[in-house]
């Protein structure tokens, strides 16, 4: 334990005893003036601070406060009563503040009371209530966007963290602030029963004499008793006027990034017209009317003053924001290293023609950046990628219904959309005819027809596939993200994703840090996304690349490893059916291309002679085409050795073509072989 917790301890201690033990005036007197110093410095605190948050122990604060105030409202009494006298400080309030007078003293005690109780406690109660359960209410809605804003890449993990931190401390302080509330007022109910009960004993214990042995006259017992009751409750009331000062001000401060009083000073004085009405007001009020003109006519005349610089302010501003904007641009052009803010190069970009912006436009209806960060969302949970953020952007160069869409700043599909239509199209068991503008669907090239809201229903009824505008942009664009997504997948994603598994398994990250870089892990992970592998599961990943690393250097060979460790996930990926129609790779065929692998520095490559690459294309070709009538996707089987030369031979004709090693296929797969893959 260091001294600032022993302290606290201490402290709070010193004030429970303070209730039994009697204080000493000299004590006393430097404690009343504490209590006051602290009500100040508390109130000063919540003017200046930019944010509720920054007080957020004031709950804690509040309470000790009031039991300190309440045990000083104690040891007074027990003065009062008992000698007729509590201290210098008690006596010059009684005295000095109310004046000598006991009745104007009272009368003093009395506002105060009712200005602290009825107006700023009641006040703050009713608003920290409210501010709280609002608070409250509006939780689930800003961690909800807050996760949109997480998946649409505009923040990062870390910043999300923060702010929902800041959600959480908010919720919980304003919970607190609700019920500490409660302590202020009944500190002030406790002071207006302490004061009466002061009163009413004092005169009785010194009309009889009981405290201090000698009977006082009425009138005498009456000036001692009252004043010395009214100078503790103006003491005790004062701090706790500041106090409940400083707790309206907390509660009723909205979140700024500045002081109250600089934005006080805004708010109330950068309109002109107001001023300037209202000094002219007041100048007249002192012109016409017998109020002292010396003083209302000064005054409004420098409201007028204040009015008319605000509008030169307003005026100069609104012309240099009129210029801003062409200086900023002139000074670009002329700043040359503002040229390195062009090569940048967005990874995924998605342009449209005017025609399509209602699209995009949520205030229109268009969900398309819902859609887009749906994508996002899908990829991760299926693939275990991030994928970067999305820009979307018009382009006044494209057909009004055109989009395109850009990987790494180069177009690698488009469409064109009837933005006013809906897409159908025959999944080949409809042979009724509908009313359409033939064209083709975007992704897969399939004949379609674009079809009026009209006609949509009657589509469906017939069993047309019938799509929207946004969805078939969507659709297509998740699809370029999934072709493309091991180009995407830099270094700084791979540093993330090993981050996140370090948080789970520490020792497993630090262990591929000392056995491979960042880089090499970069190209496993992009070997298997460029195969449609998910990496969700990267722990086993690393494991595996952690079992092999020591011993095998080529990240192709490394790859093959964990696909194998993630036969399983493969299994589900492309062999879910009940029984799954393959084809397999003869033997021989398999000996000929390991005998065609040659080994250089650079890596390992497949150098087979032309004639023989021609017959496995064309036996491949047709042996594909057999399983494609039967309405099978194309699979093929091989042993693990030579698993990736083939695949990367046979992308040269069919960069679709799924290619699996007998070592990743779950046992549990049902698998027919209906062809083999060979050459004579």
Not at 323 to 335: D, I, Q, Y
């Amino acid at each position: 334990m260091n001294i600032k917790e022993l302290s606290l301890g201490a402290v709070i201690v010193c004030i429970i005893v303070f209730i039994i033990i009697p204080l000493p005036t000299p004590l006393l007197d430097f404690l009343l003036m504490l209590n006051i110093s602290i009500g100040l410095l508390i109130l000063l605190n919540t003017l200046y601070s930019s944010e509720p948050l920054d007080m957020s122990l004031f709950p804690t604060i509040l309470l000790i406060t009031t039991l300190f105030r309440l045990v000083l409202n104690i040891s007074t009494t027990r003065l009062i009563l008992i000698n007729g006298y509590a201290g210098e400080v008690v006596n010059t309030f009684g005295a000095f503040v109310a004046g000598g007078n006991m009745i104007v003293g009272v009368i003093i005690f009395i506002i105060i009371v009712i200005v602290n109780f009825m107006v700023i406690t009641k006040g703050s109660e009713r608003v920290a209530e409210v501010t709280a359960r609002f608070t409250l209410d509006a939780m689930p809605g800003k961690q909800m966007a807050i996760d949109a804003d997480l998946n649409a890449g505009i923040i990062e993990e870390k910043e999300a963290r923060v702010r929902r931190k800041k959600i959480q401390d908010e919720s919980n302080f304003y919970g607190a602030m609700d019920g500490a509330s409660k302590f202020v007022k009944g500190d002030a109910i406790a002071g207006i029963l302490i004061t009466f009960i002061n009163i009413a004993a004092g005169l009785a214990l010194g009309v009889t004499g009981l405290a201090t042995g000698t009977p006082l006259p009425l009138e005498e017992a009456a000036r001692v008793y009252t004043i010395m009751t009214i100078g503790d409750g103006l003491v005790s009331q004062i701090p706790a006027l500041l106090i409940s000062t400083a707790t309206g001000i907390l509660v009723t401060k909205a979140t700024s990034d500045s002081e109250i009083s600089s934005t006080l000073g805004r708010q109330l004085l950068r309109q002109p017209i107001p001023l300037v009405i209202g000094g002219a007001v007041i100048a007249f009020m002192g012109v016409i009317t017998p109020l002292p003109w010396y003083i209302f006519v000064p005054f409004g005349l420098l409201m007028v003053f204040i009015g008319y610089n605000a509008h030169r302010k307003v005026a100069i501003q609104g012309v240099e924001e009129s210029l801003s904007p062409e200086e900023a641009e002139a000074e670009t052009v002329r700043r040359p290293e503002n040229v390195l803010g062009l090569l940048n190069v967005e990874p995924v970009l998605l342009l449209f023609g005017y025609g399509l912006v209602p699209m995009v436009d949520s205030s229109q209806g268009g969900d398309l950046l819902d859609r887009v960060v749906m994508i996002r969302r899908q990829i991760a949970l299926e693939l275990g990628a991030v994928v970067p953020q999305i820009r979307m952007r018009d382009d006044i160069k494209l057909p009004p219904n055109a989009y395109r869409i850009l990987i790494k700043g180069v177009e690698v599909a488009g469409g064109d959309i009837m933005f006013d239509h809906y897409m159908a199209m025959n999944p080949g068991a409809v042979e009724d005819e509908i009313e359409g503008i033939p064209t083709t669907e975007p992704y897969l090239g399939l004949p379609a027809l674009w079809i009026s809201e009209q006609n949509r229903e009657r589509a469906e009824a017939l069993g047309y596939t019938v799509v929207d505008p946004p969805a078939i942009i969507a659709t297509h664009l998740t699809e370029v993200i999934r072709g493309h997504l091991h180009e995407l997948l830099s270094r700084q994603d791979v540093q993330m994703l090993i981050d996140n598994v370090k948080e789970r398994q520490p020792i497993l990250a630090e262990e591929i840090s000392k056995l491979m870089t960042v880089g090499e892990v970069q190209k496993v992970l992009s070997n298997l996304l460029r195969e449609g592998v998910s990496i969700r599961d990267m722990a086993t990943i690393l494991e595996t690349l952690a079992d092999f690393a020591p011993g095998v250097k080529d990240t192709d060979s490394l790859t093959e490893y964990a696909r194998q460790a993630l036969r399983r996930s493969i299994t589900r990926s492309f062999l879910s059916e009940t029984v799954n129609a393959v084809l397999t790779l003869d033997p021989d065929l398999e000996q000929r291309i390991l005998n065609g692998v040659r080994q250089t520095e650079q890596g390992p490559y497949l150098a087979l002679e032309p004639s023989l690459t021609q017959q496995i294309f064309d036996n491949l070709t047709a042996q594909m085409q057999k399983l494609a009538g039967l309405g099978n996707q194309p699979i093929i089987l091989t042993s693990p050795a030579a698993r990736l030369y083939f695949k990367r031979l046979a992308e040269q004709i069919t960069p679709d073509l799924v290619v699996l090693s007998y070592n990743e296929v779950d046992p549990s797969a049902e698998i027919q072989s209906i062809g083999m893959v060979s050459v004579a």
